[in-house]
């Protein structure tokens, strides 16, 4: 096979930043070419370079693309050779149905007008190709992240994609869509597609991969090849964070203490759809000292339940009572759910949990200003010495603290997130989905957070779809489905088998 792409000696610089560090890639065509690395490596930025998202004169080095040298101008350079990105956060207009957003800027029109027929035949056939059955009518808003990504998918299709490019698109996707994602990736290798998968899950490298190339710090690592040789995950690891990790989880002493939290019969209804109950006589409690998880399928209702609970942030005619040390606790609005001793640190990063044109040290204080200031007024010295830190106790890697969040890798935006409620000092924390898009190695250290926060008597709530994840760290685990509580299992009796025939035989 011979190579379709080769960025050689690729260094692009962000002001105080090496992002990429004389990078080599080279990818063959037809082949499905995986590239990891932790958090602030540099993935989403080679690619952007290779894209023209970042265009040729704004990075050293040299893009040959299908035997010539590639100076993409923008997007649509690249896009007229066949390289097309999905970037790690979707950029699907919400609003809009899945045929506008599948032809959005190449649109079938003659003499000015849109031929609607012409576009829902074509959005039909590509949807029939990624597996979809919706109506191309239907509103991206409608359907769940899962189908949106295939939707990106579609989308790209019809354009002669040549090289696929994406960037983490399984994150947000549980078990099943993930395999349906994959799935398609093989099939559109078998017709001859090329593709570039970055992921920080690694047995999905593991399945799709012809060749994984490794990144650190900016700089190529290394370069595996699946098809003559075996590429373990631990390998993988090895090169990502540059040691050895015996251990995906640190070891956990067990230590329920006192009741500290009580939901009771908690019902919860759809706030649009009246008729809709989302939440179902919920009933749950955390100890002292307890880490408890909360397992279920994408839609179990475990991130409205999380909502409803804290400050009533999803739902309507919300009912059923809150107990903090054994007293009812008023939880009716975030500002109070906050004064009673909670934190809900959300999955969706983009628009719950951070303000992305604020530096990160605002980030990190906003839950909490009181104690960085006095009088009503900020004490910036302060809050850059809580934000450094946070910096320095997550391993949040950007040149200063003042740095815009937007600036930051997907994976270092999620642990200011963190950072941010940890600050707030909560009695329960309530963690939703907290290492999606963290690399392994920083897992690890939130897992670490995570034990010391139990140790000093705090309760903490993890809702994962990492069902290995919640084995590996809860003392407890409800099974959610469909709103309801299914079942409950001590960590001595949860295995991913139990879970899973609780949710199925409910
Ligand atoms: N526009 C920008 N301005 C300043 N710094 C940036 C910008 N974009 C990226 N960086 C920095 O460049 C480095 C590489 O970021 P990049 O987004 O490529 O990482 P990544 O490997 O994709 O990480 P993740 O797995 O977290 O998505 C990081 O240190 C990041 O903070
Ligand atoms: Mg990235």
Aim: aromatic share 4%; glycine share 8%; with cysteine.
């Amino acid at each position: 096979m011979s190579a379709l792409l080769e960025m050689r000696a690729i260094t692009k610089t962000f002001p105080g930043v090496k992002a990429l560090d004389n990078v080599n890639l080279t990818v063959k065509e037809g082949e499905i070419h995986a590239l990891v690395g932790e958090n602030g490596a540099g993935k989403s930025t080679l690619m952007k370079v290779l894209s023209g998202v970042y265009p040729a004169g704004s990075y050293d080095g040299e893009i040959h693309y299908d035997g010539a040298l590639a100076q993409f101008g923008g997007i649509a350079d690249s896009e007229k050779r066949g390289i097309i990105i999905i970037h790690q956060e979707l950029a699907l207009v919400p609003l809009l149905s899945i045929a506008e957003n599948i032809f959005l800027g190449n649109e079938q029109a003659a003499s000015g007008i849109i031929n609607w027929r012409e576009t829902f035949l074509r959005t039909e056939d590509l949807l029939k190709k990624v597996g979809l059955s919706e109506a191309p009518t239907t509103l991206i808003d409608s359907i769940g992240v899962g189908k949106q990504q295939l939707v990106e998918i579609a989308k790209a299709l019809s354009k002669d994609v040549r090289l696929l490019i994406l960037d983490e698109p399984t994150a947000a996707l549980s078990e099943s869509d993930s395999q349906a994602l994959l799935d398609l990736m093989l099939e559109l290798k078998a017709q001859g597609v090329t593709s570039i998968i970055i992921s920080h899950k690694l047995n999905e490298v593991r399945r799709v991969a012809d060749t994984v190339t490794v990144i650190r710090d900016g700089g190529t690592v290394s370069t595996m090849d699946a098809r003559t040789e075996d590429i373990t995950e631990d390998r993988i690891v090895r090169d990502m964070v540059g040691r050895d990790m015996a251990h995906r989880y640190p070891a956990r002493t067990r230590r329920a203490g006192d009741m500290l939290m009580q939901v009771s019969d908690w019902n919860v209804w759809h706030p649009e759809h009246q008729d809709r109950q989302m939440i179902r006589d919920v009933n749950l409690d955390v100890r002292a000292g307890e880490v408890v998880g909360i397992a279920g399928l994408m839609g179990a209702g475990r991130t409205e339940l999380a909502m409803s609970v804290f400050g009533r942030a999803y739902g309507r005619n919300i009912s059923g009572e809150v107990r903090m040390h054994g007293k009812p606790a008023d939880v009716s609005t975030i500002d109070r759910a906050i004064a009673a001793g909670l934190a809900y640190v959300t999955e969706d990063r983009k628009s719950l949990g951070l303000i992305l044109e604020e530096t990160i040290q605002r980030n990190i204080t906003l839950a909490n200003l009181r104690d960085v200031s006095a009088h009503g007024v900020i004490n910036e010295a302060e809050e850059s010495k809580v934000a450094e830190t946070y910096r320095g106790a997550m391993n949040i890697r950007t040149p200063s603290v003042f740095q815009k969040v937007m600036n930051l890798s997907g994976g270092n935006q999620q642990k200011v997130v963190l950072s941010k409620w940890l600050f707030a000092g909560p009695e329960v924390l309530i963690l939703d989905e907290p290492t999606r898009g963290i690399d392994v190695g920083a897992k690890f250290e939130i897992y670490n957070i995570i034990n010391d926060l139990s140790a000093q008597g705090k309760g903490v709530i993890m809702i994962s779809s990492e069902m290995p994840e919640l084995l590996g760290m809860c003392d407890r685990i409800y099974v959610m489905n469909e709103g309801a509580l299914v079942g409950e299992l001590t960590a001595e009796e949860a295995s991913q088998e139990r879970i899973m025939s609780l949710i199925v035989t409910e």
